[in-house]
């Protein structure tokens, strides 16, 4: 059957156009997209040919990986289900996953409506939820994936480094668990969103440094460092002023430059958490709290375009022409 997609069509190139999609099993839901949220930082770095599979970077020996239907993450209504799902039903507002395509470099996307997707990839949303605001729920999930991993008491210091949308989430996450949270960026219009409170910190890294800050934020050491932006060195820079048995968390991609010095951990017996991906446990949690009104989303999305302008919203993330974090595109 055919759809509309978003697909990447060579390195640095994204059309709207027509695609195969497989007939549906019995297992499968068919969604038809309202709207799809764009992960910066991975789909950019697909669109560019740096990565050939998830967290794995392009070897020169890799084919490149192109034409592909990029993303992971949309809302729409149901249309259809398969005889063997139960849970769904048409006319159901979802949220879903991959979806399966024909014809491309790889079986499955995100940006491609209607969307044939296994019924396990697949969330009903709650009522009183604007859909739009959990159009990028993976990608929320990350943000609460990193936030929820290292171990902490009330009052602690974490330092997120980044203010993209995984790092907004962290620091919301990490907000909710009782920390005290500094965010470090580098664009202050981002930097802004951050909801801090009168016991949290922004650092914006062009104009201050980040160790010298939290030196005088957390005097009695930083519980946690979370990474979101893919710098080894902005992690280690923090290291001397890191409590003993503290954890470090890393969310970044590093591409081939993904090298950590495990012995400089050990002079502090520091813990490495390396979250990836996204599990049924962790998107349950991160819908509930998005629900209770404790993960907010809707105030990082800056931009919105129309499907069919796919390529001028990759070319936005690609050129950094103007300032943005959250990019929705409307299907209908």
């Known amino acids: 059957m055919q759809a509309q997609a ?3 069509t060579a390195p640095h190139q994204v059309a709207f156009q027509s695609v195969e999609v497989p007939e549906p099993t019995p297992e499968d ?16 770095s697909f669109v560019r040919g740096e990565r050939i599979a998830g967290d794995t970077p392009c070897a020169a020996s890799d084919p490149l990986p192109f034409p592909h239907v990029p993303g992971y993450q949309k809302v729409g209504v149901v249309e259809w289900v398969g005889q063997n799902v139960s849970h769904l039903k048409a006319g159901d507002q979802v949220f879903a996953t991959m979806s399966k395509v024909e014809g491309m470099f790889y079986s499955s996307g995100g940006h491609v409506s209607p969307a044939v997707t296994h019924h396990s990839q697949v969330w009903k949303l ?38 993209g ?57 930083v519980q946690v460092v979370a990474d979101t932006v893919g710098s080894i060195h902005a992690i280690e820079a923090l290291y001397p002023i890191m409590r003993r048995n503290g954890h470090l968390v890393s969310a970044g991609f ?14 502090r017996e ?4 390396a979250p990836a991906g996204w599990s049924q446990e962790r998107m349950d949690a991160t819908l509930q709290l998005m629900a209770d009104g404790l993960l907010r989303t809707e105030h990082l999305i800056t931009h919105r375009f129309p499907a069919a302008q796919a390529a001028d919203a990759f070319n936005l993330i690609l050129t950094r022409q103007e300032p943005f974090l959250g990019i929705v595109l409307d299907w209908e």
Do not use: C
């Not at 430059?257 to 495990?262: A, E, F, N």
């Open 6 to 8: 978003v697909v990447a």
């Open 29 to 44: 839901v068919i969604v038809r997209v309202h709207h799809s949220w764009i992960s910066n930082g991975t789909e950019g």
């Open 126 to 163: 709650p009522e009183h939820l604007n859909p739009v605001a959990v159009s990028g729920l993976v990608l929320t999930q990350v943000g609460y994936n990193v936030g929820i991993r290292p171990t902490l008491t009330a009052g602690d210091a974490a330092v997120v480094i980044g203010d």
């Open 165 to 221: 949308m995984v790092g907004h989430w962290a620091a919301q996450t990490l907000q909710h668990r009782g920390a005290r949270v500094m965010m470090v960026g580098r664009h202050d219009e981002r930097l802004q969103l951050f909801a801090a409170t009168d016991a949290d910190r922004r650092v914006y890294a062009n104009q201050e440094n980040p160790l010298d800050a939290a030196r005088t934020w957390a005097p009695d050491g």
């Open 254 to 267: 590093y591409g081939p430059r993904g090298l950590i010095d495990i012995q400089k951990m050990r002079d």
């Open 270 to 273: 520091l813990t490495l958490h």
